[in-house]
């Protein structure tokens, strides 16, 4: 069994900054690609940054040049460092994960945390 575990959301007000870290635990052989994903309430879920094994980042055009994704692949974490925050990424945060369970087996399957509430106040 796999669990990701999102920590670090909350209330901050507009222009604040908020980390939002995610650990994965549980029957981990690798970790491909990990991802930040958000719902907003009567919106449906977004990419908000993935990053892959090799620690290249993508972005949304919504949060570049103030949103930072990052990973540790020895502690199986990846971080979203989110400044500059506005009302309108007031959201549920979610991470994903491309992750391998088996030795015998190449292939990876999506993995989701149960998501964390970030809050930007005007």
């Known amino acids: 069994q796999v669990q990701l575990v999102e920590s670090g959301g909350g209330l901050v007000q507009d222009g604040g900054s908020l980390r939002l870290s995610c650990v994965a635990s549980?029957?981990?052989?690798?970790?491909?690609?990990m991802a930040w994903y958000r719902e907003a309430p009567g919106n449906q879920r977004e990419l908000v940054a993935k990053?892959?094994?090799?620690?290249?980042?993508n972005y949304a055009d919504s949060v570049k040049g103030r949103f930072t994704i990052s990973r540790d692949n020895a502690r199986n974490t990846v971080y979203l460092q989110m400044d500059t925050l506005k009302p309108e990424d007031t959201a549920v945060y979610y991470c994903?994960?491309?992750?391998?369970?088996?030795?015998?087996?190449?292939?990876?399957?999506?993995?989701w945390g149960q998501g964390t509430q970030v809050s930007v106040s005007s």
């Open positions: 994903n994960a491309a992750i391998r369970t088996s030795y015998v087996s190449t292939q990876y399957f999506n993995y």
């Open positions: 549980g029957t981990i052989r690798s970790i491909d690609s």
């Open positions: 990053i892959t094994s090799k620690s290249s980042p």
